[in-house]
């Protein structure tokens, strides 16, 4: 197969996360025949950089040229700490997600049995954790009408949905829930106590919930929610939110996982579909070699599984588990004996392209270690 992709490196340690996930896509093509192309878009604060604008209209164009988008992060500290910026890296996503129409983000949520001990949650908590987060990503606050006082003393932001915002991604969600390898559990996430845009969730999310008969429909409140991932996280099959809400959930559930840096995500609308790990541009490790790539190399298998190529995934996602078995792992994951950012690509791909000696003691890699965590 041929397939041409946008590649979005972005901020901070967007471009060494992405450069990883290329390096498998490249592995996947040598072992299964494939042909992989990829043109290059800036968005975020290297945008701003280079053209003053942090979403340029050559990379929306490229986008939707192509099959599929991979993204890395944006973001940069001297927008974050400049409350007064008027252009900022984060507006390029923003606009990137309106443009394409990405109105859904999923985010699956899983477990690995050689990394509970980062979690603080007991391990019979964890095993069998397998949740997935429909989170909405073109509405609610982020996109709602913004006003600042002259004078500097009063800020607002507002909430909107549309009845047919919320139906769209609950339709994708109820979908999801009723595939055979879910347990048919459909939890909406809201704040229907206090919001008018949470009882419109929740009207909408009863009005359609009929036409799914088999999926099970449980409410919750954000607050709730947001104790019950870490109380009991089991319990959840598929998760449906808001965009704020969904956010914030869904890097608090990554704590079960092990780190931000493991989970991936696909951005899903009506066109061209965006691959994105959740964390962002990790500003503090930039250039160093030390971010996890795993989410980014994770969002590239969702990414293989949308364009049709299963099997590929998951020997992408084997690859990944040979490594966190086997503690080839990034400082996150082991601030004590950890391996660069390139050199667990390098493993992945390997792996991916058969290339791992059967001794591992053969491989060539280098292992750091360090005494300060
Ligand atoms: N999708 C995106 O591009 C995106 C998402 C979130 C934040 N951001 C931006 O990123 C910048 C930094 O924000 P932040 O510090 O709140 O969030 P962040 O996700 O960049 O980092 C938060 C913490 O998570 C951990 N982490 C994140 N990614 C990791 C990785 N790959 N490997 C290992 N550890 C990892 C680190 O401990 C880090 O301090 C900001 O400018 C923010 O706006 C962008
Ligand atoms: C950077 C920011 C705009 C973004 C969001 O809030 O959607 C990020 O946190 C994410 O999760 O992708
Ligand atoms: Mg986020």
Same mark, same amino acid.
């Given at each position: 197969?041929?397939?041409?992709?946008?590649?979005?490196?972005?901020?901070?340690?967007?471009?060494?996360?992405?450069?990883?996930?290329?390096?498998?896509?490249?592995?996947?093509?040598?072992?299964?025949?494939?042909?992989?192309?990829?043109?290059?878009?800036?968005?975020?604060?290297?945008?701003?950089?280079?053209?003053?604008?942090?979403?340029?209209?050559?990379?929306?164009?490229?986008?939707?040229?192509?099959?599929?988008?991979?993204?890395?992060?944006?973001?940069?500290?001297?927008?974050?700490?400049?409350?007064?910026a008027?252009?900022?890296?984060?507006?390029?996503?923003?606009?990137?997600?309106?443009?394409?129409?990405?109105?859904?983000?999923?985010?699956?949520?899983?477990?690995?049995?050689?990394?509970?001990?980062l979690?603080?949650?007991?391990?019979?908590?964890?095993?069998?954790?397998?949740?997935?987060?429909?989170?909405?990503?073109?509405g609610?606050?982020?996109?709602?009408?913004?006003?600042?006082?002259?004078d500097?003393?009063?800020?607002?932001?507002?909430?909107?949905?549309?009845?047919?915002?919320?139906?769209?991604?609950?339709?994708?969600?109820?979908?999801f829930?009723?595939?055979?390898?879910?347990?048919?559990?459909?939890? *909406? +996430?809201? !704040? #229907?106590?206090?919001?008018?845009? @949470?009882?419109?969730?929740?009207?909408?999310?009863? =009005?359609?919930?009929?036409?799914?008969?088999?999926?099970?429909?449980?409410?919750?409140?954000?607050?709730n929610?947001?104790?019950?991932?870490?109380?009991?996280?089991?319990?959840?099959?598929?998760?449906?939110?808001?965009?704020?809400?969904?956010?914030?959930?869904?890097?608090?559930a990554?704590?079960?996982?092990?780190?931000?840096?493991?989970?991936?995500?696909?951005?899903?609308?009506?066109?061209?579909?965006?691959?994105?790990?959740?964390?962002?541009?990790?500003?503090?490790?930039?250039?160093?070699?030390?971010?996890?790539?795993?989410?980014?190399?994770?969002?590239?298998?969702?990414?293989?599984?949308?364009?049709?190529?299963?099997?590929?995934?998951? *020997? +992408?996602? !084997? #690859?990944?588990?040979?490594?966190? @078995?086997?503690?080839?792992?990034?400082?996150?994951? =082991?601030?004590?004996?950890?391996?660069?950012t390139?050199?667990?690509?390098?493993?992945?791909?390997?792996?991916?392209?058969?290339?791992?000696?059967?001794?591992?003691?053969?491989?060539?890699?280098?292992?750091?270690?360090?005494?300060?965590?």
């Amino acid at each position: 197969m041929q397939k041409h992709i946008a590649v979005i490196l972005g901020d901070g340690i967007g471009p060494e996360v992405t450069q990883q996930s290329l390096k498998v896509l490249d592995a996947v093509a040598e072992k299964f025949g494939h042909e992989f192309s990829y043109e290059y878009g800036l968005m975020g604060a290297d945008a701003i950089d280079k053209t003053g604008n942090p979403l340029p209209d050559e990379t929306l164009e490229i986008c939707r040229r192509s099959d599929a988008i991979l993204f890395g992060a944006i973001g940069h500290p001297k927008y974050d700490n400049d409350p007064t910026a008027k252009v900022r890296p984060e507006q390029g996503l923003l606009r990137i997600r309106k443009e394409l129409q990405l109105y859904a983000n999923i985010r699956p949520i899983n477990t690995y049995a050689s990394l509970h001990h980062l979690c603080p949650l007991k391990p019979q908590n964890l095993e069998g954790v397998d949740f997935i987060i429909f989170r909405e990503l073109t509405g609610g606050i982020y996109f709602g009408n913004k006003q600042k006082a002259e004078d500097g003393s009063s800020a607002s932001d507002s909430c909107t949905y549309t009845r047919e915002e919320i139906e769209r991604i609950a339709h994708l969600a109820f979908h999801f829930a009723q595939k055979p390898e879910r347990r048919k559990k459909l939890t *909406l +996430v809201d !704040k #229907a106590n206090v919001l008018e845009t @949470s009882r419109l969730w929740r009207k909408v999310v009863q =009005d359609i919930a009929p036409q799914y008969p088999d999926v099970t429909v449980d409410y919750m409140f954000v607050d709730n929610a947001a104790m019950q991932i870490i109380l009991n996280p089991k319990q959840f099959d598929v998760v449906l939110t808001e965009n704020m809400f969904g956010d914030i959930i869904s890097d608090e559930a990554s704590v079960l996982s092990g780190s931000l840096g493991l989970l991936p995500s696909a951005s899903v609308g009506t066109g061209t579909v965006l691959f994105e790990p959740i964390h962002g541009s990790y500003p503090q490790a930039a250039g160093k070699d030390i971010a996890n790539p795993i989410g980014s190399i994770l969002s590239t298998a969702l990414m293989l599984e949308y364009l049709g190529m299963n099997e590929e995934a998951k *020997l +992408v996602r !084997k #690859a990944v588990e040979w490594t966190l @078995s086997s503690k080839f792992v990034t400082k996150d994951i =082991d601030p004590l004996n950890y391996y660069f950012t390139s050199t667990i690509g390098d493993l992945i791909s390997d792996f991916v392209a058969d290339r791992i000696p059967t001794d591992i003691n053969q491989l060539n890699i280098e292992l750091r270690k360090s005494t300060l965590i």
